[in-house]
């Protein structure tokens, strides 16, 4: 998943800068001076045991940091949306990202569009598998597996230019993972959008 997608829209580019995160109630860091350079429209797959820090990472990459009362969190993560001549530069990674003020602060992450229409949730129902579940399905009422096929086309619904995926297909029988996995897939190679996921079985992820 390290290949970059076609770009169709202005994906953005993620840098972390040395971050690092200690619980309370822990003697050592889950991670310490971990730094990582996302580039606009690539696919990234990250993985490891439980309590490696997958989840914390990628809230923070969405703009929400740890509570300070449950451990101490330092390090930089910048969002950034990189210029049309960025983007048809050959040489992406020249171009510095936008640094937060605050050392250990994050920026926040890609906003969606405030309004999703009908045509675009129907569609990326159907692209998940859900052909004839109502998009307005209140997610209680649904399965722990249908919960989260509903909240992969909720998000690909929106068309972000960054994606961000924690362990989205745990729950799911092998053919409702396929499924969800192109259309995930499917929708990074047709919007452009970088794409983040956090996963423990990697094999489904690595033919897209």
């Known amino acids: 998943m390290s290949s970059k997608a076609g770009v169709a829209a202005l994906p953005h580019r993620v840098t972390i800068d040395a971050a690092t995160w200690w619980p309370r109630t822990q003697v050592t860091p889950v991670f310490a001076e971990l730094s990582l350079h ?17 989840t914390v990472l990628l809230n923070a990459i969405q703009g929400t940091l740890p509570d300070p ?65 109502d998009p307005s399905v209140i997610d209680e009422r649904v399965s722990g597996g249908q919960g989260q096929l509903v909240r992969i086309a909720r998000q690909l619904a929106s068309a972000p230019s960054l994606l961000v995926f924690d362990e989205p297909v745990s729950m799911l029988d092998p053919g409702a993972v396929a499924t969800a996995t192109s259309a995930i897939a499917a929708a990074t190679a047709r919007t452009g959008a970088t794409l983040v996921v956090a996963a423990h079985r990697l094999t489904p992820w690595l033919s897209h």
């Open 38 to 54: 996302i580039e606009p429209g690539q696919r990234v797959l990250l993985t490891g045991p439980n309590g490696c820090g997958k």
């Open 69 to 133: 009362a449950a451990g101490a969190w330092r390090g930089t993560i910048a969002i950034t949306e990189p210029t049309v001549a960025q983007l048809s530069s050959a040489d992406q990674t020249s171009a510095e990202p936008a640094s937060a003020d605050d050392p250990t602060s994050a920026t926040p992450a890609a906003s969606q569009p405030a309004k999703v229409t009908k045509k675009a949730l129907k569609s990326a129902f159907a692209a998940v598998g859900l052909r004839g579940l």
